[in-house]
């Protein structure tokens, strides 16, 4: 399992029946999680004192109750600084976890010995850009969604790193690389974040299932001769890690990398123990 425990501003401080006792900076949420499966009690006097719940509604989705929220606030990690915004379907804009891969790029970003050009796609709030960008690489930032990519820009521009150079597309990022093989454009490094289920802007619907083998074998039509790393992550539910490897050792293996899988996961205060949360693939070559 990858973990992500060198966070100060995330602690995931409690996890019983269903749900996830979080402090994002000095705020107290309390989220849903399907995977927290177990029925441990709790004792942590902040979950009858937190400052929202995202409440499952029984017809489907669900709402915040926020006693004592602001429509946003800043958390940081390391020298990055991300905006955090409760929205629709429990999300903050942040998937902590997400730090063992932010780390894991820029660590191989600041070792390459030479300009890194990035391409992020699925690319959401934008944390893995602005851990790119913080780390000297160019990034090209692809999201289908128009306010994710400027709440991209905000975290950029809250990070210091808005001047640096990035290329913010509002775009379905398979059309999109479709055209960057044609123009010819190559990226040294590539992260992808594809949603278990979604639709395209013509009705066209996605599975991952399904489709992440051929967008995959897409995608490598856009490395450059001498690529630096490709990280796949995953939330579907029932893809085992060792799934994705096998995916991506078959097309990546010919250029010369080497895929491996884990879990990534969050240490929980009140155990120790760490609570699974997605998975995630890295290639290097």
Known sequence: MWVS??????????????????????????RPDPQVIWDAPRRDRRWKQADARYERSKTGGGAWDKRSLPESWQINYGELTFNVKPMNFKHTGIFPEQAANWDYAMGKIRAAGRHINVLNLFAYTGAATVAALAAGASVCHVDAARGMVQW?????????????????????????VEREIRRGRRYDAIIMDPPSYGRGPGGEIWKLEQD??????????????KPLFVII?????????????????????????????????????????????????????
């Open 233 to 285: 992550n995953s939330y579907t539910t029932g893809l085992a890690p060792s799934a994705i490897t096998y995916v991506a050792q078959t097309i990546f293996g010919r250029l010369g990398g080497r895929a491996e899988s884990q879990e990534l996961g969050l240490p929980v205060t009140a155990t120790g123990l760490m609570l699974p949360c997605g998975a995630a693939c890295r290639v290097e070559f």
């Open 152 to 176: 991209a820009k905000e975290n950029a521009a809250s990070s210091g790193v808005a001047d640096r150079p990035v290329r913010w597309i509002v775009d379905d990022c398979a059309k999109f």
């Open 5 to 30: 425990d060198k966070w100060s501003d995330y602690e995931l401080l409690d996890c019983s029946s269903g749900e996830r006792l979080e402090r994002w900076g000095e705020r107290i949420l309390i």
């Open 212 to 225: 992440l083998t051929p967008f995959v074998r897409l995608v490598s039509g856009v490395l450059s001769e």
